[in-house]
């Protein structure tokens, strides 16, 4: 008898040339696996929040459903915004939160960062917005330094409401500008110019009061390396205290998707949006600005970006209204995205659950391991399985083709290996998989 231990390392080796991968792939945080039976989903969630679960962070994710526009790059759109739905959504959103905010599992740790993610938060009211903020506050354990995100656009956020956020406890806002440029913002289908979110995110700086950082995304239709540096150069003199830097993912159900496939549309190359990367990444080194994740900036000891660095290195996340997903302790689920179905289930006091998973292995904390240590740029893969030597010819090649520093059981990702850290991501999870598999038997020939 022989031990099976054949290792195919090829599938994963950079390509040769100035694109080491043919695409740049997309990945979420890692999640269970396993789903769970439609008729067990009550009786799951049951036991899931009368458990106490205390040995991670622990975080809150709350999802508000309504976009007045729909940008055409954005695959998160759900709901048209209108208001006189917005104050119902918050009366049931508040409902669902004091439904379960006494359990054992919602009082078992300190939250330590809150995320208003959407659809647009800032569409809320500024009454809306401060029930929601002050109902958090006293019915769950925040942390004194808890983070508290409100994620928002220029349109309709107004003095009132930023100030009801900021008075009821906000501590740091995201804004999506994604671009300063007034023709590529009107392809995007956002309703502001250039001029006007530039002034917006300086009034907002100005107060004071919170951790202040914008979204730019790189590789938009008509976007080049001039364009590029003069939105890196807006947001390094407004005074933010963060900036993320993300690469457009083109999504083929969004309106830009459809455009792109259609051939009235066309965006950059991945080569080419690796190029902006790269470029925004010198732009931030030269202007003195903390390097935090491979997406994210900080020019300020204000900005710590908890709620993202926590998710990926596999926090608990209680979620909280339609289309927020959550995880905790190997589940995972997804509340109802059906804005309809969601009110009917909280008016008669259901959790309403689109689906629920769970994961199939006991040892999955490797896996928010190997997530974190991609994010940070530091992967250390003697931590992830016995056998990290057998990837050697690996980390030689990825060496050689300038993803890593050099060619140890230690990734040190360069920024050509930040980029295209979702690859990496991809293979590693792979072939740790395969390399902690229990051995197989097999005849000798």
Partial sequence: ?????????????????????????????WRGAIPVANEQLSQTWQSV??????????????????????????????????????????????????????SVLHQSAPVHAVYFGGGTPSALSALDLAKIITVLKNRLPLAPDCEITIEGRVLNFDDNRIDACLDAGANRFSIGIQ?????????????????????????????????????????????????????????????LDGVD???????PNTPLGKAVENGRAEVPSPAERRDLYLQGCDFMDAAGWRCISNSHWARTTRERNLYNL?????????????????????????????????????????????MMMRTAEAGFQWRHILQAGVEAARIPLDELTPHAEKLAPLLSQWHQAGLTRDSSTCLRLTNEGRFWASNILQSLDELIQELNAPCIAVEKP
Avoid at 218 to 224: E, H, K, N
Avoid at 245 to 251: E, F, G, R, T, V
Avoid at 317 to 322: Q, Y
């Fill in 245 to 251: 830097l993300y690469a457009l993912n083109l999504l």
């Fill in 1 to 29: 008898m022989n031990i099976k231990n054949a290792l195919d390392l090829t599938p994963h080796f950079a390509l040769e040339g100035n694109q080491p991968f043919k695409d740049r792939r997309a990945t979420m945080p």
């Fill in 310 to 354: 926590l998710i990926k290195q596999g926090a608990d996340c209680l979620a909280f209204g339609s289309g927020a997903g959550g995880s905790v302790n190997g589940y995972s689920w997804m509340v109802e995205r059906n804005l309809t179905a969601w009110h009917e289930a909280i008016a008669v006091g259901k959790k309403p659950l689109m």
């Fill in 49 to 102: 929040i009368s458990q106490c679960v205390s040995s991670r962070k622990r975080l809150v994710y709350l999802h508000i459903p309504f976009c007045a526009t729909h940008c055409t790059f954005c695959g998160f759109y759900q709901n048209p915004f209108k208001e006189d739905h917005c104050t119902r959504y918050t009366d049931a959103l508040i409902r669902e939160i004091e439904m379960e905010a006494d």
């Fill in 179 to 239: 671009s300063f440029n007034s023709k590529i913002r009107k392809k995007m289908a956002r309703t502001s110019d250039g001029p006007t979110a530039r002034v917006f995110m300086q009034g907002l700086v100005k107060r004071d009061r919170a951790a202040v950082v914008c979204d730019l995304l790189f590789g938009l239709p008509g976007q080049d390396t001039k364009l590029w540096g003069e939105d890196l150069a807006i947001a390094r003199d407004i005074g």
